[in-house]
């Protein structure tokens, strides 16, 4: 028997069909614009999960070479992926958001990584003042106040039990950051916001000295400018609008595209898909994309009498899905291109500078972060940029 022959890179691109680009220079001005606009607070970028499905490493390099010195993870995991892309020893500073397991390795895992937790409780508090007095260094260390979110952090008034100990010159630890998250910081005018600001300002003054930190991409664009001495974007510096009804300031970050498979010209009363849910009104041209629900185009990307469905850019037209998204294919009504060009092999645009991120989340019921997220893993990914 013949060997089979190896998966060349060449080969593994032709399989992928899809094309998932990413533009680092974008991701860069994004976060340059997020800085100017917050001076003088310092910008960080947050990069949890895969930096919102991009790719943590060549995010946080890009990043990292536009000035950025302070990154936001979840998991101790994406921590360690962070600091070896910025490189052992690198003089970034790398926050853990989920807060600690009470562990041996894990414990071993902010030190050898260098990185912070993020406390979110009087127990983790202990057990990192325990840590931190057995390992004899300074271990540097945040913790959260929970303002409303009722998600993590020690509420005001357990907090303000502390305070007094943490700040101490004899402390076990340095309290390096002291921060909230908002509830509805993409609602301009939302009461709740003024809550947790005057929340979180009582709750700082106890803690006079210590660095502050409440914003994340849509509280930077908050009118009360709850700033403070960090800002915490993530989906911003992705090119995710900040905003829920003004224009969106950010560049698209991330470009989608996908060849034709095939085409189809089909009657009027023809359905088209899964369960026949599209029927084609007049005689209509289709075409078959190799991208679905398992790469992250969400399944609901389909019109119904409360939402319009998915679109795709066909030789510069936009297009309508036609039925339910497939796990690895989309059926794309094409009628109205009327180019030549048209045919199987097209390149067919499914995000981009037309349909952005946050389009297509409309169209699918869902929000961009889900979009980014769930970007899949089997494109092929190219990266331009952020040198
Ligand atoms: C995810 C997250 C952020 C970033 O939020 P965006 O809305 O993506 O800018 C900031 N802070 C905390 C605590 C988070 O969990």
Same mark, same amino acid.
């Given at each position: 028997?013949?060997?089979?022959?190896?998966?060349?890179?060449?080969?593994?691109?032709?399989?992928?069909?899809?094309?998932?680009?990413?533009?680092?220079?974008?991701?860069?001005?994004?976060?340059?614009?997020?800085?100017?606009?917050?001076?003088?607070a310092?910008?960080?970028?947050?990069?949890?999960?895969?930096?919102?499905?991009?790719?943590?490493?060549?995010?946080?390099?890009?990043?990292?070479?536009?000035?950025?010195?302070?990154?936001?993870?979840?998991?101790?995991?994406?921590?360690?992926?962070?600091?070896?892309?910025?490189?052992?020893?690198?003089?970034?500073?790398?926050?853990?958001?989920?807060?600690?397991?009470?562990?041996?390795?894990?414990?071993?895992?902010?030190? #050898?990584?260098?990185?912070?937790?993020?406390?979110?409780?009087?127990?983790?508090?202990?057990?990192?003042?325990?840590?931190?007095?057995?390992?004899?260094?300074?271990?540097p260390?945040a913790v959260?106040i929970?303002?409303?979110?009722?998600?993590?952090?020690?509420?005001p008034?357990?907090f303000a039990e502390f305070a007094g100990a943490l700040v101490r010159a004899d402390a076990?630890f340095p309290l390096a950051l002291v921060m909230t998250?908002?509830?509805?910081?993409?609602?301009?005018?939302?009461?709740?916001?003024?809550?947790?600001i005057a929340r979180f300002k009582k709750t700082i003054a106890l803690v006079p000295g210590v660095a502050a930190s409440m914003?994340?991409?849509?509280?930077?664009?908050?009118?009360?400018?709850?700033?403070f001495d960090l800002?915490?974007?993530?989906?911003?510096?992705?090119?995710?609008?900040?905003?829920?009804?003004?224009?969106?300031?950010?560049?698209?970050?991330?470009?989608? #595209?996908?060849?034709?498979?095939?085409?189809?010209?089909?009657?009027?009363?023809?359905?088209?898909?899964?369960?026949?849910?599209?029927?084609?009104?007049?005689?209509?041209?289709?075409?078959?994309?190799?991208?679905?629900?398992?790469?992250?185009?969400?399944?609901?990307?389909?019109?119904?009498?409360?939402?319009?469905?998915?679109?795709?850019?066909?030789?510069?037209?936009?297009?309508?899905?036609?039925?339910?998204?497939?796990?690895?294919?989309?059926?794309?009504?094409?009628?109205?291109?009327?180019?030549?060009?048209?045919?199987?092999?097209?390149?067919?645009?499914?995000?981009?500078?037309?349909?952005?991120?946050?389009?297509?989340?409309?169209?699918?019921?869902?929000?961009?972060? #889900?979009?980014?997220?769930?970007?899949?893993?089997?494109?092929?990914?190219?990266?331009?940029?952020?040198?």
């Amino acid at each position: 028997m013949t060997p089979l022959p190896p998966l060349t890179s060449s080969m593994a691109r032709e399989h992928a069909q899809a094309t998932l680009s990413v533009d680092l220079d974008a991701l860069a001005a994004n976060w340059r614009l997020l800085a100017e606009m917050s001076a003088p607070a310092e910008c960080a970028a947050v990069v949890k999960a895969d930096a919102y499905g991009i790719g943590i490493e060549p995010a946080v390099r890009a990043l990292a070479r536009a000035g950025c010195r302070t990154f936001f993870v979840a998991h101790v995991s994406e921590g360690a992926r962070a600091r070896l892309a910025l490189g052992v020893g690198s003089p970034h500073t790398i926050y853990v958001l989920n807060g600690i397991l009470e562990d041996a390795a894990t414990f071993a895992a902010y030190v #050898e990584y260098g990185l912070r937790p993020i406390l979110v409780s009087a127990e983790q508090i202990h057990a990192w003042e325990a840590h931190a007095r057995t390992s004899g260094r300074p271990l540097p260390a945040a913790v959260q106040i929970d303002t409303g979110m009722r998600r993590l952090g020690l509420d005001p008034a357990a907090f303000a039990e502390f305070a007094g100990a943490l700040v101490r010159a004899d402390a076990a630890f340095p309290l390096a950051l002291v921060m909230t998250h908002f509830v509805s910081s993409e609602v301009r005018d939302d009461p709740i916001n003024d809550h947790q600001i005057a929340r979180f300002k009582k709750t700082i003054a106890l803690v006079p000295g210590v660095a502050a930190s409440m914003a994340n991409s849509s509280g930077i664009f908050l009118p009360q400018k709850p700033l403070f001495d960090l800002v915490r974007p993530g989906y911003a510096l992705y090119g995710g609008n900040p905003h829920q009804d003004l224009a969106n300031p950010m560049q698209p970050v991330v470009r989608l #595209e996908a060849p034709i498979i095939q085409l189809h010209h089909i009657e009027a009363g023809e359905t088209v898909g899964y369960n026949a849910q599209w029927t084609a009104k007049r005689p209509s041209r289709l075409a078959t994309i190799g991208v679905g629900y398992a790469d992250g185009i969400p399944r609901n990307a389909m019109a119904t009498d409360d939402h319009d469905g998915g679109e795709a850019i066909v030789l510069g037209k936009r297009c309508p899905f036609a039925g339910r998204v497939s796990m690895d294919l989309i059926i794309i009504d094409v009628t109205d291109v009327d180019d030549p060009a048209l045919k199987a092999g097209t390149p067919v645009e499914l995000l981009g500078r037309d349909i952005t991120v946050d389009d297509l989340a409309a169209r699918s019921k869902t929000i961009g972060y #889900e979009i980014l997220t769930g970007l899949g893993r089997r494109y092929h990914r190219v990266y331009r940029g952020g040198t």
